[in-house]
């Protein structure tokens, strides 16, 4: 299987969902992704006295850590301006995408679910563009993708907050359809490729974000029910 992930932001990959990349890489399925920014605009710029273009720069070999890392099948990084997708005509953001998606014809997506887990505007635009992309492919009668996968939060029942103040969302127990277990191996590697992000290391510790993921990542499926959820972003698709 072929499956796409497309995120705004260098490190959202490493947020959790590298965990699930290795174990499907493990498996042999191809694993690419896109990232429309460089994110030279994080505020982390400011503590090291470098431009937004310099971040960007800087994370650029960060992400190029983490691709060497995961091994993925292809990394693919735009620069589009960081924490300023919500100015940009959407219109630009879905022809670039389209393009990219039909060139690759992947089996599976995976995008930010509708709350973006951090709720951050970036992260809102990926959901909106991208769900807009899986429909009008359906609509064109394109036999892929067959899976819009969106990832989020489970919902442990108490108020998460972000060192940097944001309020982490989750969803519902009813709309997760999907709850990847990982092994020691997977977790491993996501904890190898978010020590890529060495600019954010303070940001990563304080976070705590390895004890939230704990030994699984849910997800959405887009227009799809499965109950009880299934554990694989493949199932049913062969």
Known sequence: MRILYIFPHPDDESFGPAAVMHRQLRAGHEVHLLTWTRGGATKQRHRLGLSIEEMGDVRFQEMLSV???????????????????KEMDPRELERATSAYMKDLRPDVIVTYAVHGISGFHDHLVAHAVVKRLFVALRDEGADWPRRLALLTLEDSGA???????????????????CIVPLDPADIAIMKSCLACYETYKDTIEESGIVEKVGTSIPFEFYRENSDPPVDDLFTGLS
Not at 72 to 84: A, F, I
Not at 160 to 175: A, I, Q
């Open 159 to 177: 108020p998460v907050f972000r060192p940097d103040g944001f309020r982490l969302k989750h969803s519902t127990p009813e709309d997760i359809d």
């Open 67 to 85: 691709e060497r890392t995961l091994g993925l099948t292809s990394m693919t990084v735009w620069d589009y301006p960081d924490s300023g997708l």
